[in-house]
Nanobody, 127 residues
Framework: QVQLLESGGRLVHPGGSLSLSCADS????????AGWFRQAPGKERDFVAG????????YYADSVKGRFTISRNNADNSVYLQMNYLKPEDTAIYYC????????????????????WGQGSRVTVSS
């Protein structure tokens, strides 16, 4: 089992950058595929980015392609989301999730794919 903790969320101005981190205190995140989801006020939780356990494969929602980068450092059991050129519509609570499904390319953008979730980190993009 993996226990996920997100950090790094804060208030940023439009056009700014922010990096979120997802850490596993249990020291097993390196063995899991991981994803970032976000939930804006009044909206459902949506897929943002995903990364395979090895870091070889990455996936992005169309809304963040070219602006966000998901990465991981398996030596530290951490997954990151670098967010650039932030827009007000990026405002949301960002959640880290993990799965041990054999084939990550299948349904990586679906919440049901992931077995473990963090509590979320709030990102506010406003002037």
């Amino acid at each position: 089992q993996v226990q996920l903790l997100e950090s790094g969320g804060r208030l940023v101005h439009p056009g700014g950058s922010l990096s979120l981190s997802c850490a596993d205190s249990g020291g097993t995140l390196r063995n899991f595929h991981a994803g970032w989801f976000r939930q804006a006020p009044g909206k459902e939780r949506d897929f943002v980015a995903g990364i395979s356990s090895t870091g070889i494969n990455t996936y992005y929602a169309d809304s963040v392609k070219g602006r966000f980068t998901i990465s991981r450092n398996n030596a530290d059991n951490s997954v990151y989301l670098q967010m650039n050129y932030l827009k007000p519509e990026d405002t949301a609570i960002y959640y880290c999730a993990a799965t041990r499904d054999t084939w990550y390319y299948r349904n990586y953008d679906r919440q049901s794919k992931y077995s473990y979730w963090g509590q979320g980190s709030r990102v506010t993009v406003s002037s």
